[in-house]
């Protein structure tokens, strides 16, 4: 298995490399600032650091070449002018068409998942006001997604610890979430194992530490 890893710098990136080369997967790990990458790529030839722009579509297409699949934990502000989330994934989906991979398992937030009557949790009127702005990005790379007629999985976590897996949390499809928190390293596990079970195709999943 070759994967492709977008957003490979923030806090999820480096676990979704440890998990994926865990199994002994080829890993390109994508990125502006790869250089705290590069000290790994010296003692693997499975683990290829690439610096790139993720709006740049020679770029993302180069770095999707020869690949089986994409994890991607594109980040950014949170203020809603960074639109890394959702051109960035645009741009993804559109150099994986043009490539021939189908695969990809992305990174969003709680705020996109339904309530019991299918509206977006980020619609409620006490949904958290400094949340409106990333939220609507992580719907717009949704939508993006749900459009692709790509066999996508979109992970949609609630707050985000900078700690080790454990493998204790719960992933549950289309449902608002059970808790309040998962760890960096169980969302990663998570995503890097989903990407050979496919058991969420075309899907949101909440996901929380348990």
């Known amino acids: 298995m070759t994967v492709t890893i977008f957003g490979a710098t923030g806090m999820v990136g480096p676990q979704l490399?440890?998990?994926a080369m865990a199994k002994g997967w080829i890993v390109k790990a994508f990125g502006r600032n790869v250089e705290t990458l590069i000290d790994k790529d010296l003692h693997t030839e499975?683990?290829?650091?690439?610096?790139?722009?993720?709006?740049?579509?020679?770029?993302?297409?180069?770095a999707?070449?020869?690949?089986?699949?994409?994890?991607?934990?594109?980040?950014g502000g949170f203020s809603g002018t960074d639109k890394s989330r959702s051109l960035g994934i645009k741009n993804?989906?559109?150099?994986?068409?043009?490539?021939?991979?189908?695969?990809?398992v992305a990174l969003g937030g709680a705020g996109i998942l339904p309530d019991p009557k299918g509206n977006f949790l980020m619609d409620a009127t006490d949904?958290?006001?400094?949340?409106?702005?990333?939220?609507?990005?992580?719907?717009?790379?949704?939508?993006?997604?749900?459009?692709?007629?790509?066999?996508?999985?979109?992970?949609?976590?609630?707050?985000?610890?900078?700690?080790?897996?454990?493998?204790?949390?719960i992933a549950l499809s289309e449902t608002a979430p059970e808790g309040f928190r998962v760890s960096a390293g169980n969302l990663a596990l998570?995503?890097?194992?989903?990407?050979?079970?496919?058991?969420?195709?075309?899907?949101?999943?909440?996901i929380t530490n348990i």
């Not at 993804?92 to 990809?104: A, D, F, L, P």
């Not at 702005?133 to 717009?140: A, F, G, I, L």
């Not at 998570?190 to 909440?206: P, S």
Request: glycine share 4%; proline share 5%.
């Open 17 to 19: 490399i440890t998990h």
């Open 46 to 62: 499975n683990f290829h650091a690439i610096k790139g722009y993720v709006f740049d579509t020679g770029e993302v297409k180069n």
């Open 64 to 75: 999707l070449k020869g690949s089986d699949a994409v994890l991607s934990a594109l980040g």
């Open 92 to 104: 993804i989906i559109s150099q994986m068409k043009q490539t021939g991979v189908r695969r990809i």
């Open 127 to 169: 949904f958290p006001p400094e949340m409106i702005p990333v939220s609507m990005e992580h719907r717009q790379a949704y939508l993006y997604l749900k459009e692709s007629e790509l066999d996508w999985t979109f992970v949609c976590p609630p707050a985000i610890t900078d700690s080790s897996a454990d493998n204790k949390f």
């Open 190 to 206: 998570f995503m890097v194992e989903e990407i050979q079970r496919n058991a969420h195709l075309q899907q949101r999943v909440a």
